[in-house]
């Protein structure tokens, strides 16, 4: 199932569940995030959403080292779910910004970057990226 | 189904740090002799060994422990299992030891745990952790530890609405307090080591996820820990100062990203103290102290407002006016905690536990909590996937 979702990431779009039972939405998952139940669609979920939090990694484990340093970040869908990502923005600017960048719009897109040993999908590692919509 | 009282009939810990010349099952070996000594029983009396440990594959290339920890330690053939639950490992195989032994299943056993990060060096470290994040989504992100608390210090200070240079002078005063308890507990990974840091050593150390600095986190630490469980009616019989297990509570939940903002108030966190209350039959206010899972300023803050003792958002206050610590109202990681002891996560749960006996034994002389009676612990297992919470004192449940 994960396949689906970054195939479809890497085409820009942002694929999630809605609830029949209780109408809210999470991101692709077998159940529905806020009342378990099986009672679900496949939807396509907005590629827009709001920076509700982020943090710059300057040590990051191995595999991911050289990318660092990179700035993860956590984004409210219009939908009312969240998405977990790197921010498309240099580290610095963003420490910079610091809080003023909760609350910023972005657009959401995939990329793929280098495997790492462990990762549960052996062929590629596709990453959710936020651009700052200016 | 009546459940039986049970009892620690002993605790033991190594020392917590750099472990380079021990095996997972030779460090365990030495915090379980330490308890086996102080229990007055016999190695024949222990009916079974429920050890934690989170990434042993990872660190030492060794999976499948149960039974050769059991075999170091001279039990060689008992029921022996591994539990992982990231640092709440050693938490889960207790709250199981403990109720194998209410519900009579076995009448003695012994529980630990044992971790060696420190010696597995930063990166394969960072790497062994971050296996606790969600597996598919957070961790293609890159998402670490210290990350996870900086996007909740991040969400927590926006929440709040305490400015973030604010929150960050009050996050300090927890490194600040466990780091001067950490330095003067023997046992601790940094004794005699950064007992009088200033806020400004912990805002301008180096920089690991904005806005946590090093002295915001917990380290990589070796070491081990063990407690010897039996019922009340033996631990009476059999020693001087039995500590009672109250109440345990356990919750789980799934990805951070998932918890959206419900990670600023540990959900997971509330519902596992909640349980370890009611079956203790007490309240926040009856603890007289707490062990908290303290891997980062920001988390020990959390916690204390998730398991009850202040409320959302207030936590931060708490520290900077001193009323968790040891003179407070209610001292939290009198012995440094996971940031000043260390945090050897499969061995973590149960090095509480070992604290807040000894404490309640009064045997614990670095840093005593005057007339306590009354000691919890909290253990978080990744980003709230796994929370276990755990009540002991010295009189029998009411
Ligand atoms: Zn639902």
Known sequence: MFKEFFDALLEGKVLGIKCKDCNSYSILKSTCDNCGSRNVEKVELSNKGIITTFTTTYVAPAGYDKECPYVVAFVELEEGCWLVGRLDIDAKLADEMGQDLIGKEVEIYGKEFPNEPYYPDKKRRVVPMFKLVS | MEKRDVAILG??????????????????????????????IELKDIEALYFGNFVGEMTDGSANLGGFVADEIGLKGIPARRYEAACASSSVAFREAYYAIATGIYDCVVVGGSERLYNAGTAIGTRALATAVDGVYEITAGLTFPGVFALAARLYSKKYEIPLDKLREKMAMVS??????????????????????????????????????????????DGASAVILTTADKAEDLIDTPVYVLGTGQSSAGALFRQKEDMIRAIPRKISSEMAYKEAGLTPKDIDFVEIHDCFTIAEIIASEAMGFFEYGKGADAVAEGVTSIDGDLPINPDGGLIGKGHPVGATGTAQIYTVAKILRNEYKYNPVKDAEIGMTDTLGGDFGTLVNIILGIHRRR
């Open chain 2, 11 to 40: 605790v033991g810990m190594t020392k917590f740090g750099y472990h380079p010349d021990k095996s997972l099952a030779e460090l365990f070996a030495e915090a379980f002799f330490e308890a086996f000594e102080e229990s007055n």
């Open chain 2, 176 to 221: 600040i307090k466990n780091h001067k308890y950490g330095a003067i507990n023997p046992k601790s990974q940094f004794y005699n080591k950064f007992g009088d840091l200033k806020v400004e050593d912990v805002l301008n150390s180096k920089m690991i996820c904005s806005p946590l600095t090093l002295f915001d986190c917990c380290p990589m630490t």
